[in-house]
């Protein structure tokens, strides 16, 4: 399902399914990218889809971090890096890395490898 | 409009997937990422059968001139491995360890887990404000500089 909505966006409407470049696009964050309107339809159908799938499957079980600032401080690194990083785990990881980028393959590999690397420092450290 | 159904459309297919996989369960990808650990390497199967729809419309995208619906394609075509990149990707993978969330499934979670996923992603979008500032302090003076450089 996120591959083929992935090449809906691209043979489509020509355009990479990247997540955070169409956030940041649909709340005026970047000047580059598809028509605002385009991004906003995209984002909003997110949890839109999100919704409908866990009343068809009965529900979804979710599990996040209880600290609000674990939140607070990974969601500001996770918008300013894959702002920096041109691309998340959906632009890089699914779209680039099946196109054969070296840019999106390099950066997909950062980006698991430092994942990685935290999760353990975390668990080492008795943080989750 | 059929544009913009369509955009809808791929974004609620992108969310259904999410959140039918578990990419939308933040301790699941922790799981995921915790290799030395209690490893949960499901999601890997998520990432590779995501890659095979889309490397079969990149074939068929190599054969179209123009999009289904819509006048070009735009996409990029930088090749260049720069610090940028690099280093914004660390940064992404240390924001995506911590909690277990990277944008998709944040924003998909709105949905499912509004509170903690209003949070999470407000915080992104501030992270995305604070890139802008910074980005835009450092062009160029003469750009700057320039008669109606001035606003958008």
């Known amino acids: 399902m996120i591959g083929g909505a992935a090449a809906l966006m691209l043979l489509g409407l020509g355009r990479i399914a990247g997540v955070s470049g169409l956030a940041a696009r649909a709340v005026g964050l970047a000047d580059a990218g598809p028509p605002p309107v385009l991004a906003i339809a995209f984002i909003l159908g997110l949890p839109l889809g999100g919704w409908l799938m866990a009343q068809a499957l009965g529900g979804v079980s979710l599990h996040f971090p209880p600290n609000i600032a674990t939140l607070l401080i990974a969601g500001l690194v996770v918008g300013f890096g894959t702002r920096l990083g041109s691309g998340c785990t959906s632009g890089h990881g699914v779209c680039g890395m099946s196109r054969f980028s070296r840019r999106s393959i390099s950066a997909t590999l950062i980006f698991m490898a430092s994942g990685v690397v935290t999760v353990a420092v975390m668990n080492l450290m008795g943080l989750s | ?152």
Do not use: H, Y
């Not at chain 2, 068929?60 to 996409?75: D, S, V, Y």
């Not at chain 2, 277990?100 to 998909?108: E, Q, V």
């Not at chain 2, 209003?118 to 501030?126: G, H």
């Open chain 2, 1 to 152: 409009m059929k544009q913009t159904l369509l955009a809808l459309l791929a974004g609620a297919l992108f969310g259904a997937g999410l959140a039918l996989s578990g990419m939308s369960d933040p301790a699941k990808v922790r799981g995921f990422l915790d290799i030395f650990g209690a490893w949960n390497p499901t999601l890997m199967f998520v990432m590779g059968g995501a890659l095979i729809p889309m490397g079969i419309a990149w074939r068929i995208q190599a054969k179209l001139r123009t999009p289904l619906a819509a006048e070009r394609f735009n996409l990029p075509d930088t090749t260049k491995l720069d610090t940028k990149l690099i280093g914004g990707a660390v940064l992404f993978g240390i924001g995506w360890g911590v909690a277990g969330l990277c944008p998709g499934p944040a924003i998909t979670d709105l949905a499912l887990a509004p509170r903690s996923a209003f949070v999470f992603v407000l915080a992104m979008l501030a992270g995305m404000g604070l890139f802008r500032i910074i980005t835009s302090r450092s062009t160029p003076a003469n750009e700057v500089k320039a008669p109606g450089a001035i606003g958008k």
